[in-house]
T-cell receptor, first 109, second 116 residues
């Protein structure tokens, strides 16, 4: 079972870059790393996914080192609306999809 | 295209009562999931259905049953509700279970259930 470890919470200010790191020491060869975002009173939504190196989309970047035992979600120039909980998942080598407790990001003006 | 819909949005039950939470998706997805989220906690998988006609237990299946009625609908039943089942319940769907790459899940708005 691929387990992930993330910081419980992080604080930032508007306009700053935020990096959230996730540890997944027992990631399997065919596992991908996926990040979800959850706003209060809503279901999570997909942000980004990667397998190795770097992936970038219009919302975030995902950095994955060569050993793939960790990954970093990077949110450029955060705004108040980025205040949310961010979850790191690894799969599909497990069908018991584990969200964990996530990282609660608070953005201040 | 409504995505994933859940009914009801809110429900209050007394201990021992039963109820069924409904979930439907219009994205022609094969896989569907039920999660619960307790206050300040992450999501925990209750049951999932990899495809129509199949269901499997997740992390916390005790006290629940599910039915994959057809490809669109996946219901969650509490036969005898307990206060420990007070939670927010989310339904989700994805094209396939897992997949290569891992298929993203699309979540419904949730059902807030309180058991007194």
């Amino acid at each position: 079972l691929a387990k992930t470890t993330q910081p419980i919470s992080m604080d930032s200010y508007e306009g700053q870059e935020v990096n959230i790191t996730c540890s997944h020491n027992n990631i399997a060869t065919n596992d991908y790393i996926t990040w979800y975002q959850q706003f209060p009173s809503q279901g999570p939504r997909f942000i980004i996914q990667g397998y190795k190196t770097k992936v970038t989309n219009e919302v975030a970047s995902l950095f994955i080192p060569a050993d793939r035992k960790s990954s970093t979600l990077s949110l450029p120039r955060v705004s108040l609306s980025d205040t949310a909980v961010y979850y790191c998942l690894v799969g599909p080598n497990t069908d018991k999809l584990i969200f964990g407790t996530g990282t609660r990001l608070q953005v201040f003006p | 295209n409504a995505g994933v819909t859940q009914t009801p949005k809110f429900q209050v039950l007394k201990t021992g009562q039963s109820m069924t939470l409904q979930c439907a998706q219009d994205m022609n997805h094969n896989s569907m999931y039920w999660y619960r989220q307790d206050p300040g906690m992450g999501l925990r998988l209750i049951y999932y259905s990899a495809s129509e006609g199949t269901t499997d237990k997740g992390e916390v299946p005790n006290g629940y049953n599910v039915s994959r009625l057809n490809k669109r609908e996946f219901s969650l039943r509490l036969e005898s509700a307990a206060p420990s089942q007070t939670s927010v319940y989310f339904c989700a769907s994805s094209e396939e279970l897992g997949g290569d790459p891992y298929n993203e899940q699309f979540f419904g708005p949730g059902t807030r259930l309180t058991v007194l």
